[in-house]
């Protein structure tokens, strides 16, 4: 007998008392290890997230915690010709495991970047500007966004076992979140083996991954406000959690990703002849065949122009014949078999299903031949194209999770969309043009339908991810059908995990509260120019305020001059006092900016090593010859990055003239050395 897989609950292995259900080898029908919860505390896996995992991620910053997932993501990097061997036995070429342990990976990189690029060195994030809620400004508003302290569970399907771990579990992570992952029996010694790397690596801290291997008898009883579900499976389980207690009245997130009938639609404007018509075939051969269709994303319904029906037909099958089909252990194998023969009989049941409305145009629905493998013992099928018969409903009500797809023909864009939409939502369309007038109206149309949608032309094909590929920087998810949920979309992904709440109050408190310095705010003037101070001696609301610069017209023309800047309100003064909005010669934009750095930079060598960017800037008011502006400087934000010798200063800038009128504001950004002089850093 194979070993039982363990589940990691409350900071050990747990293995159960029984002898678990059998895990077959998806080719060979040969077990490969065994599956059982019975006798799993749950209830204790849920307290342990709770008190030890949460604490502890939510102590740590986004900084902190991105670096971690990097950390892993380098790690699982090294190991991962082991989770190459073992995903063979779940029916895996080579081309499937790497876009599940390849595409895991990457997705934990590519949060870990995203984590320090676009999130603060802090444990809270804001969300839009400041909102001035009265007059005087000494009341104001501020959306944020903080950790939930509760639980992330998360319950995947059987295709990626890796991937969809690793997907949940990044955004999960860098939420502040603790995960709970349960995946889909068939395939969780994959993901057994993973959770080991990761547990024995100690990367992440005790209590923010734990692995429930099994039933998931009771895991959601233990859930309550704060806590999330993110599911990944049929619509039919989605039901069943949709309908639990604690997600109708108790406060638990459910979000679902369901099955969903994506489609392909080849642009009215193409010609058999035109590159675009192979990138359609080949986008819908490679649906049908990476992971023997078994994704989430793969093309199951296929709408071309009534005219061009038998030509893309003829073009599948002419693709789909070379396709050797058998165990994926043999390297000219290119699509392996199903995950499991319940697997198989499924997508049996709903091929017959579209056979009510449509005939098989290629494929052999008894079984074709294989390349080797043994079709009794592993879930061999070969690909199926099914022509749709006018009127047919069942290629829109019936998934096959399989490598089988439907032609539907389509007369005009409008019976293309309507057909599109007959999926009651989709996670992902493809449209293949060449003209930039249909691909806005079909996008237009399929947008409100689906999670995301590919344009694919002969311009983008070569450096297209393709329609299956879920990106961790775009949103992977779909209404209706699809479940309605969202992941991924970068820091989306994470932002999905967190609270938003709208804080009120004066500018001091909302400084305090967020570490950013807030329009109204206290400045402080200690004397000493703040690029004076290093990173460590700088505080939020470190002020300079310069004396007064009076701008004049042989400024004005000389920056004209010197630029080659010499737009007519600069420089002719007939025609600028015919501008309605200045009514004569304004100052550039670019010379108030560069007056105001003048006035607030301290020339001598010292801490503020860059200046990288300018955020935010506008023209408030316009500068004539003859006033006197001048420019106050505030710290607004510190950030000092991790394993360099400086940080980032964000800047504060008011430019106002001698009324008090502001004539421009910005936000400076600095790098700052940590530490001044120098050396002291080394
Ligand atoms: P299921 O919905 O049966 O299973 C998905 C996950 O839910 C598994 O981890 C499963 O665990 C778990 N689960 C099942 N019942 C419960 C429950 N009552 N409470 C909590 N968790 C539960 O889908 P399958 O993986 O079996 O696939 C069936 C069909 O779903 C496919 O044929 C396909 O149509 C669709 N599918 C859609 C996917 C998508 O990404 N949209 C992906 C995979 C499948 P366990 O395995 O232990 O039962």
């Known amino acids: 007998m194979s070993a039982l897989l363990e589940s990691y609950a409350a900071g050990r292995w747990?293995?159960?008392?029984?002898?678990?259900?059998?895990?077959?080898?998806?080719?060979?029908?040969?077990?490969?290890?065994?599956?059982?919860?019975?006798?799993?505390?749950?209830?204790?896996?849920?307290?342990?997230?709770?008190?030890?995992?949460?604490?502890?991620?939510?102590?740590?910053?986004?900084?902190?915690?991105?670096?971690?997932?990097k950390e892993l993501a380098k790690h699982l990097m090294e190991r991962k010709d082991e989770l190459y061997a073992l995903s063979v036995r779940t029916g895996a070429t080579s081309r499937d495991t790497m876009v599940d342990v390849d595409g895991g990976i990457g997705t934990l990189f590519s949060y870990a970047s995203k984590g320090v690029r676009e999130l603060p060195n802090d444990t809270?994030?804001?969300?839009?500007?400041?909102?001035?809620?009265?007059?005087?400004?000494?009341?104001?508003?501020?959306?944020?966004?903080?950790?939930?302290?509760?639980?992330?569970?998360?319950?995947?399907?059987?295709?990626?076992?890796?991937?969809?771990?690793?997907?949940?579990l990044g955004p999960a992570f860098l939420a502040g979140l603790p995960s709970i992952v349960k995946p889909a029996s068939q395939t969780a010694y994959l993901t057994e083996l993973t959770v080991r790397l990761i547990v024995e690596s100690g990367i992440l801290p005790e209590g923010t991954l734990q692995l429930l291997a099994g039933s998931a008898g009771g895991l959601l009883d233990e859930l309550t406000i704060h806590d999330s579900v993110a599911f990944t499976g049929s619509a039919h389980t989605a039901g069943i959690l949709r309908r639990h207690p604690n997600v109708l009245d108790g406060g638990v997130v459910l979000g679902v990703e369901a099955d969903s009938l994506n489609c392909s639609i080849l642009g009215p404007d193409v010609r058999p002849d035109d590159p675009e018509f192979d990138l359609f075939v080949k986008g819908v051969v490679t649906e049908m065949t990476v992971k023997a269709g078994q994704k989430c994303t793969a093309i199951r319904r296929v709408l071309?122009?009534?005219?061009?029906?038998?030509?893309?037909?003829?073009?599948?099958?002419?693709?789909?014949?070379?396709?050797?089909?058998?165990?994926?252990?043999?390297?000219?194998?290119?699509?392996?078999?199903?995950?499991?023969?319940?697997?198989?009989?499924?997508?049996?049941?709903?091929?017959?299903?579209?056979?009510?409305?449509?005939?098989?145009?290629?494929?052999?629905?008894?079984?074709?031949?294989?390349?080797?493998?043994?079709?009794?013992?592993?879930?061999?099928?070969?690909?199926?194209?099914?022509?749709?018969?006018?009127?047919?409903?069942?290629?829109?009500?019936?998934?096959?999770?399989?490598?089988?797809?439907?032609?539907?023909?389509?007369?005009?864009?409008?019976?293309?969309?309507?057909?599109?939409?007959?999926?009651?939502?989709?996670?992902?369309?493809?449209?293949?043009?060449?003209?930039?007038?249909?691909?806005?109206?079909?996008?237009?149309?399929?947008?409100?339908?689906?999670?995301?949608?590919?344009?694919?032309?002969?311009?983008?094909?070569?450096?297209?991810?393709g329609h299956g590929s879920p990106l961790p920087v775009l949103v992977h998810g779909g209404p209706g059908r699809a479940g309605g949920g969202e992941e991924l979309g970068g820091v989306r992904g994470v932002l999905h995990h967190m609270q938003r709440t709208a804080v009120q109050g004066s500018p001091d408190q909302l400084t305090?509260?967020?570490?950013?310095?807030?329009?109204?705010?206290?400045?402080?003037?200690?004397?000493?120019?703040?690029?004076?101070?290093?990173?460590?001696?700088?505080?939020?609301?470190?002020?300079?305020?310069?004396?007064?610069?009076?701008?004049?017209?042989?400024?004005?023309?000389?920056?004209a001059e010197f630029t080659g800047d010499t737009f007519y309100a600069h420089t002719d003064p007939e025609a600028a006092a015919r501008n309605p909005l200045f009514g004569g010669i304004v100052a550039h934009g670019y010379l108030v900016v560069s007056l105001a750095a003048g006035l607030f930079v301290d020339p001598a060598p010292g801490p503020v090593l860059a200046n990288f960017g300018v955020d935010g800037l506008r023209f408030l008011t316009p500068v004539k010859a003859g006033d006197a502006i001048d420019v106050t400087l505030t710290v607004?934000?510190?950030?000092?990055?991790?394993?360099?010798?400086?940080?980032?200063?964000?800047?504060?800038?008011?430019?106002?003239?001698?009324?008090?009128?502001?004539?421009?504001?910005?936000?400076?950004?600095?790098?700052?050395?940590?530490?001044?002089?120098?050396?002291?850093?080394?």
């Open 124 to 168: 809270i994030v804001l969300d839009g500007g400041l909102e001035r809620l009265g007059k005087g400004g000494t009341f104001v508003g501020q959306h944020v966004y903080t950790s939930r302290p509760g639980v992330a569970a998360q319950i995947n399907a059987f295709n990626f076992p890796v991937w969809g771990m690793l997907e949940k």
């Open 512 to 559: 305090a509260i967020t570490g950013r310095w807030t329009t109204g705010a206290a400045r402080a003037e200690s004397g000493v120019h703040p690029f004076r101070k290093s990173l460590a001696e700088l505080r939020v609301g470190d002020t300079i305020a310069s004396a007064p610069r009076t701008v004049s017209l042989a400024d004005i023309d000389h920056f």
């Open 304 to 465: 071309v122009p009534e005219a061009l029906a038998g030509p893309v037909e003829a073009a599948l099958a002419d693709r789909l014949a070379r396709v050797g089909v058998g165990d994926p252990r043999n390297p000219e194998v290119r699509m392996g078999p199903l995950a499991s023969l319940g697997q198989r009989d499924e997508v049996r049941k709903a091929v017959e299903a579209l056979r009510a409305s449509g005939e098989v145009v290629f494929g052999d629905p008894a079984g074709g031949s294989l390349l080797d493998g043994d079709p009794q013992r592993g879930a061999f099928m070969t690909p199926l194209v099914l022509r749709a018969r006018p009127g047919a409903t069942e290629p829109h009500d019936v998934e096959p999770f399989g490598p089988v797809a439907s032609v539907l023909a389509y007369d005009g864009i409008e019976a293309a969309l309507a057909l599109a939409a007959r999926g009651r939502g989709s996670l992902v369309a493809s449209l293949v043009t060449r003209d930039p007038q249909v691909a806005r109206s079909v996008v237009l149309g399929l947008a409100p339908w689906h999670g995301r949608v590919l344009v694919l032309d002969r311009d983008d094909a070569k450096e297209s991810t």
């Open 636 to 682: 607004k934000q510190i950030t000092p990055r991790r394993g360099a010798d400086y940080g980032e200063v964000r800047w504060d800038a008011v430019v106002a003239n001698q009324d008090g009128q502001a004539v421009a504001t910005y936000d400076v950004l600095t790098l700052v050395a940590k530490t001044w002089p120098a050396q002291e850093a080394r």
């Open 14 to 69: 747990f293995r159960a008392a029984d002898d678990g259900e059998p895990l077959l080898d998806a080719a060979t029908g040969e077990e490969v290890a065994r599956i059982s919860s019975r006798g799993l505390d749950v209830a204790a896996m849920v307290r342990h997230a709770r008190d030890t995992g949460g604490p502890a991620l939510r102590a740590l910053t986004f900084h902190e915690r991105a670096a971690l997932l």
